[in-house]
């Protein structure tokens, strides 16, 4: 019997999952066995992260995730210009941003992702540091709704996520999320949360979490420090509290970087050994996060 048992048809409260970048930066063809190992742990959702400067074979990854019976999610993580940017102030980049992302979103439907997650309503390190103006919101909406017709067809779920001030300066919080959302006014367009973030932005987790609730679809999980979940400041009854409400599954995803093996970590800016072994950081996290989702709804996907 398999002792972590997929959910039926994605209809339990919570599903687990872990970021590629626990394990490494760039995805190949000789990465299959994380998948394994992910799954083994008790993970039945996987992200991938795509860029420029990332190379596989889609097919081999496709069958190897149906095998497993893994659902697979894809970020713009790695090598992406800063001029394909679908909300900059300059028209010729937001149009090249919409060109990348269609190029990333079709890559991912090849291998079967089901959603693109990510920040691409803007470009991490965009920092105007001015209050967004309309007219911004109003086409990086009118993007969005774009992106995310052009995603449905495909059969891809289009996911955006709030970030930091640190990391950007259009949507930071879930209520800017979801008024974003809001104005692009697209069936196909879905909220996710992360808790390391939320650290900075949000002054009550459980009341970010609900604001979302009719529109999310998952949590990126990680401590204030980006550590293994449990023991740090993230209020993890609050959050499961509210996520006990939603209206369909949850994805709960693990995500921090691989500090174990050379400078992948600190070019992300962890300077501190918090992941210096995957597959230890993923037992822990999901016995702790499945422990919380269990004292929400007394059951556990």
């Not at 269609?102 to 965009?126: M, N």
């Not at 979801?178 to 069936?187: C, Q, R, S, Y």
């Not at 597959?279 to 929400?296: E, N, P, T």
Request: hydrophobic share 40%.
């Amino acid at each position: 019997m398999d002792p972590h048992p997929l959910p039926s048809a994605m209809t339990d409260k919570f599903c687990f999952g872990a970021h590629q970048f626990l394990w490494k930066s760039h995805w190949t063809d000789g990465d299959l066995g994380i998948l394994d190992a992910a799954r083994n742990a008790g993970c039945t959702i996987f992200e991938i992260s795509l860029g420029d400067d990332v190379k596989f074979n889609s097919g081999l990854l496709r069958r190897h995730a149906e095998n497993l019976g893994m659902e697979l999610t894809v970020g713009p993580g790695n090598a992406w210009p800063k001029n394909c940017n679908i909300s900059d102030d300059d028209p010729r980049h937001r149009q090249l941003g919409m060109a990348w992302h269609k190029k990333i979103i079709e890559w991912g439907a090849e291998f079967g992702a089901v959603a693109y997650c990510g920040s691409f309503y803007s470009h991490p390190g965009y920092l105007c540091c001015r209050r967004p103006p309309e007219e911004e919101l109003r086409w990086t909406a009118e993007n969005l709704h774009e992106l995310a017709e052009f995603a449905g067809r495909l059969g891809v779920r289009l996911v955006i996520e709030p970030m930091s001030r640190f990391r950007l300066h259009l949507v930071n919080t879930s209520v800017q999320a979801v008024k974003l959302v809001t104005l692009a006014d697209h069936a196909n367009l879905r909220i996710n949360l992360d808790t390391y973030h939320m650290i900075t932005e949000e002054r009550n987790y459980g009341a970010a979490v609900r604001h979302a609730l009719p529109i999310l679809w998952g949590i990126h999980a990680c401590e204030n420090d980006r550590g293994v979940p449990g023991g740090g400041l993230v209020p993890w009854s609050d959050v499961f509290g509210a996520l006990a409400d939603a209206p369909g599954c949850v994805r709960v995803m693990l995500e921090t970087y691989n500090t174990g093996s050379g400078d992948f970590g600190i070019s992300r800016g962890i300077f501190q050994d918090l992941c210096p072994d995957p597959d230890a950081f993923v037992r822990q996290g999901l016995a702790f996060l499945k422990g919380c989702a269990a004292s929400s709804v007394g059951h556990v996907a």
